[in-house]
């Protein structure tokens, strides 16, 4: 299928709005399928970094989903010829608490599209900005980047050159990134990319050798890492990147080391070979 960069750029400047309540359920349900101990949440608690993606979920009817369980193509995302869509990376402020109980909203504006050549072909990237409010005003600015690639040739995926970890990691946690784990954090954020729960579609039609780890999910590991070591510590920024794709083929490890004298964070994903899967750098914030 042809690509017109110029037609998909057309949807820069593209606004959507929603609205929803931060309920305590979701955060309860992450919370065990991240292993923590956290004592049920309640009204007035704050929801922790990364929570937020559980809210504003999609509601694309049944019949409205493409074949690869994700919603058709148009609308608020311009409709990029290219049925592959990854999280590429994004930034986060945290500026203030939102917290359980709270009624949000969510103002999302695509900011740029753009095209780039990759060993495989042609890339599509896709930047938004998120912008989610509280009763107290701007609490949350995200830039998310998404990126879109077409076939591999001979229809199998390529995957990037990795990159080489870092070699120290006072902090660290192995993930067994079993098909409960994926499909529990799928059903958290309403996800129905069968990349993540459908080995026959993922090994036979998009060419990977299993099912594919979350990208949110990794990010929200290394926060969660993040507050593991730094339990009393409000989490001012995280910017993170993905390096290279994580499957269920086996255990991944998550690590980091502070810096800066502990104003600071960074934090990696490893695949389960140990090779470098996502980057992440951590700054704290005033509360």
């Not at 999302?108 to 495989?120: N, R």
């Not at 970890?165 to 946690?173: L, Q, T, V």
């Not at 910017?239 to 104003?263: C, L, Q």
Request: glycine share 10%; with cysteine; charged share 25%.
């Amino acid at each position: 299928m042809a690509l017109d960069i110029d037609q998909l750029r057309q949807w820069i400047g593209r606004t959507e709005d929603a609205e929803d309540v931060a309920t305590a359920a979701p955060l309860a349900c992450l919370a065990a399928t991240l292993d923590r101990d956290d004592p049920e949440p309640e009204t007035g608690d704050p929801v922790p970094p990364g929570a937020h993606w559980l809210y504003f979920l999609p509601r694309t009817r049944q019949s409205d989903l493409d074949g690869n369980g994700h919603a058709r193509k148009g609308g608020f995302l311009p409709p990029v010829p290219f049925e592959r869509r990854m999280w590429a990376g994004g930034r986060i402020r945290f500026l203030k608490s939102l917290r359980v109980g709270d009624a949000i909203r969510r103002q999302s504006e695509i900011l740029d599209v753009s095209m780039k050549d990759g060993k495989s072909g042609p890339l599509v990237f896709v930047v938004v900005r998120h912008r989610v409010s509280g009763p107290g005003g701007l609490a949350i600015e995200e830039e998310h980047d998404i990126v879109y690639r077409g076939d591999s040739p001979g229809g199998q995926a390529s995957q990037a050159a990795p990159k080489d970890p870092p070699k120290d990691a006072p902090w660290r946690r192995v993930i067994e990134p079993d098909p409960v784990l994926l499909f529990r954090y799928s059903a958290l954020i309403f996800n129905g990319h069968r990349i993540h729960y459908d080995r026959d579609y993922v090994t036979r039609h998009e060419g990977y050798p299993g099912l594919i780890v979350h990208g949110p999910l990794i990010a929200t590991l290394l926060m969660d890492l993040f507050r593991r070591h730094n339990p009393d510590t409000p989490l001012g920024r995280f910017d993170y990147r993905a390096r290279g794709p994580i499957f269920d083929i086996g255990p991944f490890t998550i690590a980091g080391k502070p810096e800066d004298n502990g104003r600071m964070a960074s934090l990696w994903a490893l695949d389960h070979l140990g090779r470098l899967a996502m980057t992440a750098e951590a700054e704290t914030g005033d509360g």
